[in-house]
């Protein structure tokens, strides 16, 4: 758990990096070819994959005309516009992406040739080893497997684990735009996220229900019970994952949002506080700590 921790404090030092000054080369944005992209985790979840891969049919996004499709941008080359850039750090061996491995996963499933992708970093002069020790370590890449023991991602999309734990986490996510202006995800969420959140988030809480003994499989579906849902909520509770904003009772969405800016703009989550308000009937929204 307290390797956890370190990793996720790291977090604060990536966002150091999004701003700082002291970048290795100018943030560049455009369009790059889907295959000189690599994976910077080592986990996926493909029923999240599924999802979004229909999402992206009902968007309008593709057109499928007979065994092809149409893609809506860069010229029917690319599944997304320039606007919804990916971050990606440059490597020893190329680009490696820090957030979107779903949506690269879902261009590569309708033949996209290209992929939008803003630079933050460039550490190509590292060695493979140097890199890939320093981008956990700053929070720029996840490379646990599901048995917990660190491996370099590999070189195709095509190769990741599937993480069932990943797509749990997400099915129990209330997600916020970052202005807090709407919502979208589980009625009764087990956490809560705001704008594009912590890097790699899903899997730390994928990491820490598997370390608890807390697996889920994919044959629960979207309506994993709620004895189940519970255990993963006390765990959750229990790992003291920086950053992570667990609900510690269930709660309906709606009451969350009758209270929201207080609880995302003023005040914030802590470890200490969510223990706190376990059990004591208290409206939990009371005892955040400031």
Known sequence: MNDIIVRMSSIYLFVILLFSPFHHQPIDRGYVEVHEIHPG???????????????AVKEGSVIQVEES?????????????????????????????????????????????????????????MSSEAFWEKAEAIGLAHIRSLDGEKRIPPKSFFDLENDPGRYFATITCRKYTADLSASRGAEYPLWIKVGKGIPFIELYISDALQQRGIIYDDSMGKSPSAEFVEKARQALVEAEIPGLKVLPKRIHYKDIDKDYEKIFLKESFSPASTKAMLGTGEVFSTRLEK
């Open 69 to 125: 499709y149409l893609l809506k941008y860069d010229r029917g080359r690319s599944l997304f516009p320039k606007s919804k850039a990916l971050p990606v750090v440059r490597g020893p061996d190329g680009y490696v992406l820090v957030d979107g491995h779903h949506h690269t996963l879902v261009s590569l499933r309708f033949h996209a040739q290209t992929i939008p992708v803003k630079q933050i970093a460039d550490f190509s002069q």
């Open 41 to 55: 985790q080592v986990r996926y979840s493909r029923a999240n994959v599924e999802e979004k891969v229909s999402q």
